[in-house]
T-cell receptor, first 113, second 111 residues
Framework: DAGVTQSPTHLIKTRGQQVTLRCSPI?????VSWYQQVLGQGPQFIFQYYEKEERGRGNFPDRFSARQFPNYSSELNVNALLLGDSALYLC????????????FGQGTRLTVV | GQQLNQSPQSMFIQEGEDVSMNCTSS?????WLWYKQDPGEGPVLLIALYKAGELTSNGRLTVQFGTTRKDSFLNISASIPSDVGIYFC???????????FGSGTRLQVQP
């Protein structure tokens, strides 16, 4: 079975540009979350989506937005990129239920120059 | 953003030695998880704990969920070279699916 897949794996953008990152969850998982991992730190929660609705948002500016599609895949958009947005962006999916764990994709390495 | 206090920050040990690391929080969590991350990869789930005081083993890994629900401990016995990586703890609160991560423990194993 395929795990969580993210695309692209690497991306270089210029300050001020916009970027879209994509995520496909594990088959059957309806919940997708996005995390930002700056070098040397643990992942920081950005968004959670479930059944195409935003269910949680971390402490990130409005330049960050996301959506979830009917097939449960998701996109993360970042506008007006800053140098500080350079990070590994991780997508995690989980199934519904009481005790369910989050499984992560390999991430998208975004470099802003 | 909030992060859990994870220690030690890094460890360099000899193959065959045991390893201990821990995570503490000022907040209560209902679930504690431990992940391992290799360079250029996403975190891989090692083990999850759901009950305060729970002690769980998975092969050479032993993990405990503190009774106060504010801490967790990970032990690795008889370390091997493939244990090299960064270990993260993560907590999850009631009704929230967002994970709060520690800053990681970098483990290096000398063959």
């Amino acid at each position: 079975d395929a795990g969580v897949t993210q695309s692209p794996t690497h991306l270089i953008k210029t300050r001020g540009q916009q970027v879209t990152l994509r995520c496909s969850p594990i088959s059957g998982h309806k919940s997708v979350s996005w995390y930002q991992q700056v070098l040397g730190q643990g992942p920081q929660f950005i968004f959670q989506y479930y059944e195409k609705e935003e269910r949680g948002r971390g402490n990130f500016p409005d330049r960050f937005s996301a959506r979830q599609f009917p097939n449960y895949s998701s996109e993360l958009n970042v506008n007006a990129l800053l140098l500080g947005d350079s990070a590994l962006y991780l997508c995690a999916s989980r199934s519904t239920g009481m005790n369910t764990e989050a499984f992560f994709g390999q991430g998208t390495r975004l470099t802003v120059v | 953003g909030q992060q859990l206090n994870q220690s030690p920050q890094s460890m360099f040990i000899q193959e065959g030695e045991d390893v201990s690391m821990n995570c503490t929080s000022s907040s209560i969590f209902n679930t504690w998880l431990w992940y391992k991350q290799d360079p250029g990869e996403g975190p891989v789930l090692l083990i999850a704990l759901y009950k305060a005081g729970e002690l769980t083993s998975n092969g050479r890994l032993t993990v405990q969920f503190g009774t106060t629900r504010k801490d967790s401990f990970l032990n690795i016995s008889a370390s091997i070279p493939s244990d090299v990586g960064i270990y993260f703890c993560a907590g999850q609160g009631t009704g929230r699916r967002a994970l709060t991560f520690g800053s990681g423990t970098r483990l290096q194993v000398q063959p």
